[in-house]
């Protein structure tokens, strides 16, 4: 279905698109639409200050280009102790598909310095005990058949850990079972930065972007969508009325799209995790941790807390970042208002919200002990990864608020939890809007490209062949395609300046 058909503007205020929120989402979405409708008029609402504010500033989130080479939670262990990698390799799948839409805008001139965005860190897997170690083998023996993972080591030689992760080998006791895998080709993304190059291009081709502009309001208006915005500066209010609107609000998309009345939101609800990570900058700590190590999650602990020691380049800077610890605030954005959790229950998802209590009894337990957890055993944590570390190295910081999904199981009827990212569209196509956060901004374009298909449907045959050029994969499946992998892999090491 198509949601808007160009005929021009219904005023001269009055865009195509509107797209709410300059996160990661909005900004990757603008930039497909300069590909394949150029002509579009798109306008950008946002409400603070600049764009990437919340959970895309670099500080606010991991940095990691999720690809599944190092987070042990895409590869799960089958009850005979094999492996399941389908998830981890579509995960990569999608990973490769944003390198490429970069590489193709660094071509195009989207900045002459793509490390300012993305830089090679290795990204490593970290186990200790002979349950780990079985579990790492078979891992690595899974993934070791995937043409996306090609180049994965594996190790559980202590001597050869020493110098994958001297950090976290210092003082270690030596006889503590230990394995690990690395990869070459992991990312560190600075999608704050990102996000800030895509909107300076966007603006550049004519979209005009409106920061400290808060939606307050999107509603149907005959064959438009009306978008209501306040002007945070001078207090006034106005209306812009577009054929389409992506509600790219992060935290604050759910309100935004109950506000809408679009029956696909029914069931839907969301619970806010906020995250906090421990960060050093010591030169000395930072120079002997030059990689991205996950480790496994504590039985009970949701995906989103495996623990990962980071190595992070931002603006120029290295540090090093720990956590992330999770903790219950009821705001959606950190911008938000103690309300947004209350205000969010309508009857329409009650039962969903209710039902997801009940089953995550598990997670309300873990999340209780995170919040209450003394500083003193928060550091016990990044201990057991960092046997040496010293207090007076680390700060606490606050990180961005994840708003996860709870929707209604279309079997049972009850209310779930669930950790990835939701792509809701409207039955004709002209509104959509995302909701979650994992695996997130790596993924920004993947899920942006199945935003287009699904509601521009009947635009994809005039659409595909732009796209193609500039993402070339677009349409096959690199996994079943090694000659393919191998060339657009080779190419955005390449283009991006990378080491793998
Ligand atoms: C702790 C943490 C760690 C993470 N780690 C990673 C990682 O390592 N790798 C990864 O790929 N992803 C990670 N993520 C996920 C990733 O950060 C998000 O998926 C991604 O940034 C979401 O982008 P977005 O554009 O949807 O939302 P956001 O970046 O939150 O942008 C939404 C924007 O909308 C604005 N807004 C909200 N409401 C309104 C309104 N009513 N009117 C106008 N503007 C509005 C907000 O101010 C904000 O600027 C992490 C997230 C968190 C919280």
Known sequence: MTA????????????????????????????????????????????GEAVAGESSGPWNNAGTGHSALCELNYTPARPDGTVDASKAVGINEQFQVSRQFWSHLVRAGLTDSPRSFITSVPHISFVTGPEGRTYMRNRYEALAAE???????????????????????AQRDRSEVVAATRSLSGTDVNFGALTRLLVDAAV???????????????????????????????????????????????????????????????????????????????PALVARHQAKVYGQAKVGAPPMSVPHLDLRLIDGEQSLLFGPYAGFSPKF?????????????????????????????????????QVLQSTRSRFRALEEFVPTAE????????????VQV????????????????ELIVGADGSIA?????????????????????RSFGDRMDEWRPKLQEAIPSYGHQLSADPALFAEVHAETTRTLQLEG
């Open 4 to 47: 808007v058909g160009h005929t021009g503007p219904a005023s001269a205020t009055d865009p195509d698109v509107v797209l709410v929120g300059g996160g990661i989402m909005s900004a990757t979405l603008s930039a497909l639409l300069g590909i394949v409708a150029p002509d579009w008029t798109v306008q950008v609402f946002e409400s």
């Open 204 to 282: 550049r081709r004519g979209v005009q972007l409106h920061v400290r502009h808060r939606v307050l309001k999107v509603r149907r208006d005959g064959d438009r969508w009306a978008t209501t915005v306040r002007d945070l500066a001078t207090g006034s209010t106005r209306t812009v009325r577009s054929r389409f609107v992506f509600v790219g609000a992060g935290g604050g998309a759910l309100p935004l799209l109950q506000g809408a009345g679009i029956p696909e939101i029914r069931g839907f609800g969301g619970f806010p995790v906020s995250g906090q990570f421990l960060r050093t900058r010591n």
């Open 147 to 169: 043409p996306l993972f090609a180049g994965l080591e594996y190790s559980d030689s202590p001597a050869e850990l020493d110098s994958w992760v001297p950090l976290m080998m």
């Open 333 to 369: 954005l950190k911008a938000g208002s103690m309300w947004d959790l209350p205000r969010s229950v309508r009857t329409g998802n009650l039962g969903s919200m209710l039902g997801a209590g009940k089953a995550n009894i598990p997670l309300t337990r873990y999340l209780v002990g």
């Open 391 to 402: 207090s007076d190295d680390w700060e606490l910081i606050t990180a961005g608020q994840r």
């Open 406 to 421: 709870i929707k209604q199981d279309p079997t049972s009827g009850r209310g779930v939890l669930q950790f990835g990212t």
């Open 433 to 453: 809007g995302l909701l979650g956060a994992s695996p997130g901004a790596s993924t920004a374009v993947a899920a942006m490209l199945t935003l287009l298909e």
